[in-house]
């Protein structure tokens, strides 16, 4: 039986006000063709970057945008006078440097109180010789720091063969869009126009130019980062040796890859590091500011602009496809008549953007698998994802159920083969291609963030699973789902959690598997589903709530450290529970409670923390839709589980 149906059952005032107040609310956000959208933030080195490259470009100054920018990055300051990658997180030096650097840039008095606390921060800690590659990168192209401080990238790359061992199809869609045309500039060495002329070398207690290679990062291995360190210094020896008609046509290569994945206005595989390394790349390669492809793709940094009367920020990416599946959900769990008409419209506006024509990047380890998925941003046709498209697949089948109609039968069918046909050899699923395991990779001098590869997570996993096991797939017939579900059971944790990858952490990856395994048929007093289940119970707050903090990401993890709660992660860890079976539990009733005491007079919850997470102990991400659309979803299934007598979560998530 779906959730969001069922006999009358005990009514609780309160609860239904929370559902109407919030349901009320997410109509109120929906965009005039029915999807909703909503602000996808990041720390403060995007908004930093994007003023860094109008500099690199020479632009003429926006000095109102610019003013609003450093406002935002002035607000989002630490405590401890350097820039988190989360709110009220941990000092980060790249995050300080870039910051720092960009109000300077602005036009920030280095003996301004905030500035000289950021230098103090900085220096206390080394200083800005421990800066992370791509931070380094950059500070070549403005002249800081000589490219001797960086790995050697030669573009010639792009004509390796499939089968060397590396290849740029052998690396994850955001590190292969970000590299190609980084391999560019690597090649040219520009120097930014850096009209003010403005340095930063207040931020080192060394010369800049005579800071050599980066050390090993805590990820890597001594004896595989020996070998490729041996090997980038042999490849800067014989790199101004490599022929010159080699180096074109490895550019054009390079360009062509660009070229054929402009993707509009919306971007080279349409988040930032990678548009705005091809920006640069034109750049470098002369090409004026109104050659087509350079303006189109100068356009596209513009539609990532959050501008507000005082202040201006700007998103690593836009995430249209998700919020409206997401949103779907909680309005089809919502159930009334106008929550249920919302959600046909966001998924009539969802349809047309499944992508069934162009094979992208994920066809060359999956030739034979026709396309079939949704991408995460408006258009972005060689990067669909699975869990976007899982996600859209049971939205698409829940009204389907609910309508008796077969107007989505086609998308079904083709979101379903296409995720089949991604499954990795290990039974998990990855977010956007099959077999990216080459784990060797990570210990690379560029890949000091250690997320260079696509490999497959339980969180995506589990949404894969649930997904075949809604359309009716079972462990004892379909060989895709019993694979499914044995990865799942290998990749729990002995405290009985799942790491989640997409989103913080434990918490998001455990609700995301307790989903998949109640929906493929696991019985809830199966072991692995009861010390999940005892898991979440123990984490819950004092309040009622659930928090867990960046922080859990450290390679280093001996088990959940408590954080302060918040709303999304409380709405995880209730729709965990209840797909275990315990909606009665009394840690649900007060999970509930604290969503409801906290709900604010607009009808929705306040939340300033990140709750997920772009690359682990790298990057996060605050989705503003979160603490909007989940709350109501978890509340609207406790009501509707309360309402029936198997209370069971009859659909995949």
Same mark, same amino acid.
């Given at each position: 039986?779906?959730?969001?149906?069922?006999?009358?059952?005990?009514?609780?005032?309160?609860?239904?006000?929370?559902?109407?107040?919030?349901?009320?609310?997410?109509?109120?956000?929906?965009?005039?063709?029915?999807?909703?959208?909503?602000?996808?933030?990041?720390?403060?080195?995007?908004?930093?970057?994007?003023?860094?490259?109008?500099?690199?470009?020479?632009?003429?100054?926006?000095?109102?945008?610019?003013?609003?920018?450093?406002?935002?990055?002035?607000?989002?300051?630490?405590?401890?006078?350097?820039?988190?990658?989360?709110?009220?997180?941990?000092?980060?030096?790249?995050?300080?440097?870039?910051?720092?650097?960009?109000?300077?840039?602005?036009?920030?008095?280095?003996?301004?109180?905030?500035?000289?606390?950021?230098?103090?921060?900085?220096?206390?800690?080394?200083?800005?010789?421990?800066?992370?590659?791509?931070?380094?990168?950059?500070?070549?192209?403005?002249?800081?720091?000589?490219?001797?401080?960086?790995?050697?990238?030669?573009?010639?790359?792009?004509?390796?063969?499939?089968?060397?061992?590396?290849?740029?199809?052998?690396?994850?869609?955001?590190?292969?869009?970000?590299?190609?045309?980084?391999?560019?500039?690597?090649?040219?060495?520009?120097?930014?126009?850096?009209?003010?002329?403005?340095?930063?070398?207040?931020?080192?207690?060394?010369?800049?130019?005579?800071?050599?290679?980066?050390?090993?990062?805590?990820?890597?291995?001594?004896?595989?980062?020996?070998?490729?360190?041996?090997?980038?210094?042999?490849?800067?020896?014989?790199?101004?040796?490599?022929?010159?008609?080699?180096?074109?046509?490895?550019?054009?290569?390079?360009?062509?890859?660009?070229?054929?994945?402009?993707?509009?206005?919306?971007?080279?595989?349409?988040?930032?590091?990678?548009?705005?390394?091809?920006?640069?790349?034109?750049?470098?390669?002369?090409?004026?500011?109104?050659?087509?492809?350079?303006?189109?793709?100068?356009?596209?940094?513009?539609?990532?602009?959050?501008?507000?009367?005082?202040?201006?920020?700007?998103?690593?990416?836009?995430?249209?496809?998700?919020?409206?599946?997401?949103?779907?959900?909680?309005?089809?769990?919502?159930?009334?008549?106008?929550?249920?008409?919302?959600?046909?419209?966001?998924?009539?506006?969802?349809?047309?953007?499944?992508?069934?024509?162009?094979?992208?990047?994920?066809?060359?380890?999956?030739?034979?698998?026709?396309?079939?998925?949704?991408?995460?941003?408006?258009?972005?046709?060689?990067?669909?994802?699975?869990?976007?498209?899982?996600?859209?697949?049971?939205?698409?089948?829940?009204?389907?159920?609910?309508?008796?109609?077969?107007?989505?039968?086609?998308?079904?069918?083709?979101?379903?083969?296409?995720?089949?046909?991604?499954?990795?050899?290990?039974?998990?699923?990855?977010?956007?291609?099959?077999?990216?395991?080459?784990?060797?990779?990570?210990?690379?001098?560029?890949?000091?963030?250690?997320?260079?590869?696509?490999?497959?997570?339980?969180?995506?996993?589990?949404?894969?699973?649930?997904?075949?096991?809604?359309?009716?797939?079972?462990?004892? =017939?379909? *060989? !895709?789902? &019993?694979? /499914?579900?044995? %990865?799942?059971?290998? #990749? +729990?944790?002995?405290? @009985?959690? $799942?790491?989640?990858?997409?989103?913080?952490?434990?918490?998001?990856?455990?609700?995301?598997?307790?989903?998949?395994?109640?929906?493929?048929?696991?019985?809830?007093?199966?072991?692995?589903?009861?010390?999940?289940?005892?898991?979440?119970?123990?984490?819950?707050?004092?309040?009622?709530?659930?928090?867990?903090?960046?922080?859990?990401?450290?390679?280093?993890?001996?088990?959940?450290?408590?954080?302060?709660?918040?709303?999304?992660?409380?709405?995880?860890?209730?729709?965990?529970?209840?797909?275990?079976?315990?909606? =009665?539990? *009394? !840690?649900? &009733?007060? /999970?509930?409670? %604290?969503?409801?005491? #906290? +709900?604010?007079?607009? @009808?929705? $919850?306040?939340?300033?923390?990140?709750?997920?997470?772009?690359?682990?102990?790298?990057?996060?991400?605050?989705?503003?839709?979160?603490?909007?659309?989940?709350?109501?979803?978890?509340?609207?299934?406790?009501?509707?589980?309360?309402?029936?007598?198997?209370?069971?979560?009859?659909?995949?998530?």
């Amino acid at each position: 039986m779906d959730s969001s149906t069922g006999t009358a059952g005990p009514y609780n005032p309160a609860l239904e006000r929370s559902i109407g107040s919030a349901t009320r609310a997410m109509l109120d956000l929906r965009r005039p063709d029915g999807h909703w959208v909503f602000e996808l933030e990041a720390d403060c080195t995007i908004p930093a970057e994007y003023v860094l490259l109008r500099h690199f470009l020479g632009e003429p100054v926006d000095a109102a945008l610019e003013a609003k920018i450093a406002v935002y990055l002035r607000r989002v300051q630490g405590a401890h006078g350097g820039w988190p990658l989360v709110h009220d997180g941990a000092f980060d030096m790249s995050a300080s440097v870039k910051a720092y650097f960009a109000l300077k840039m602005i036009g920030d008095s280095v003996d301004a109180p905030h500035m000289k606390r950021a230098r103090e921060a900085i220096l206390s800690r080394g200083g800005g010789i421990n800066s992370n590659v791509f931070t380094r990168f950059m500070l070549c192209m403005f002249g800081v720091m000589s490219w001797k401080s960086v790995p050697v990238l030669p573009v010639e790359i792009m004509l390796l063969p499939l089968w060397s061992p590396f290849h740029i199809n052998k690396i994850s869609y955001w590190a292969r869009t970000t590299m190609i045309p980084l391999m560019v500039l690597a090649a040219l060495k520009p120097r930014a126009r850096n009209p003010k002329g403005t340095r930063i070398d207040e931020l080192f207690l060394q010369d800049p130019k005579s800071i050599g290679m980066t050390a090993k990062a805590p990820h890597q291995s001594p004896l595989w980062f020996a070998l490729f360190r041996s090997l980038d210094i042999v490849l800067r020896a014989l790199e101004p040796l490599f022929p010159k008609k080699l180096r074109r046509r490895a550019i054009d290569a390079a360009v062509a890859y660009v070229e054929e994945r402009l993707n509009g206005e919306d971007g080279v595989g349409a988040i930032f590091p990678p548009i705005a390394n091809t920006i640069m790349m034109y750049d470098a390669l002369g090409f004026p500011p109104d050659y087509p492809q350079r303006a189109i793709a100068r356009r596209s940094l513009e539609l990532l602009l959050v501008i507000r009367e005082d202040e201006a920020y700007c998103q690593p990416c836009v995430s249209p496809v998700w919020d409206t599946a997401l949103a779907t959900h909680a309005m089809i769990e919502a159930g009334s008549a106008e929550a249920l008409q919302s959600a046909r419209q966001g998924l009539d506006w969802l349809l047309p953007r499944q992508e069934l024509k162009v094979k992208g990047d994920w066809a060359v380890k999956r030739p034979d698998v026709r396309p079939g998925g949704w991408a995460f941003q408006y258009n972005n046709a060689y990067y669909p994802d699975l869990d976007d498209t899982a996600v859209v697949v049971m939205a698409l089948d829940r009204v389907r159920r609910h309508d008796g109609s077969s107007n989505y039968d086609a998308a079904i069918d083709r979101g379903r083969e296409w995720i089949e046909g991604l499954q990795s050899r290990d039974g998990g699923f990855a977010a956007f291609d099959a077999d990216n395991l080459e784990y060797y990779l990570n210990n690379i001098p560029f890949s000091d963030h250690g997320a260079l590869l696509d490999p497959p997570t339980e969180d995506v996993t589990a949404r894969c699973v649930s997904m075949l096991a809604q359309l009716g797939q079972t462990v004892e =017939g379909s *060989p !895709a789902l &019993k694979a /499914g579900v044995d %990865y799942l059971r290998r #990749t +729990q944790l002995a405290e @009985g959690s $799942w790491y989640g990858r997409w989103g913080l952490n434990y918490i998001y990856g455990t609700w995301s598997v307790l989903c998949a395994l109640n929906a493929a048929g696991v019985d809830h007093q199966d072991p692995v589903i009861r010390k999940a289940a005892e898991w979440l119970v123990s984490t819950q707050n004092p309040d009622g709530g659930w928090g867990e903090d960046a922080s859990s990401y450290r390679l280093d993890y001996k088990g959940y450290e408590r954080a302060p709660t918040t709303a999304s992660q409380t709405a995880w860890a209730l729709l965990g529970l209840m797909a275990a079976g315990e909606v =009665g539990h *009394p !840690a649900v &009733k007060r /999970g509930v409670e %604290y969503l409801i005491s #906290t +709900q604010t007079e607009k @009808g929705l $919850w306040d939340e300033q923390r990140y709750t997920a997470t772009g690359f682990p102990r790298v990057f996060y991400l605050r989705y503003h839709g979160y603490s909007k659309f989940f709350p109501l979803w978890a509340l609207a299934r406790y009501r509707n589980l309360r309402s029936t007598n198997s209370r069971v979560v009859g659909v995949g998530m």
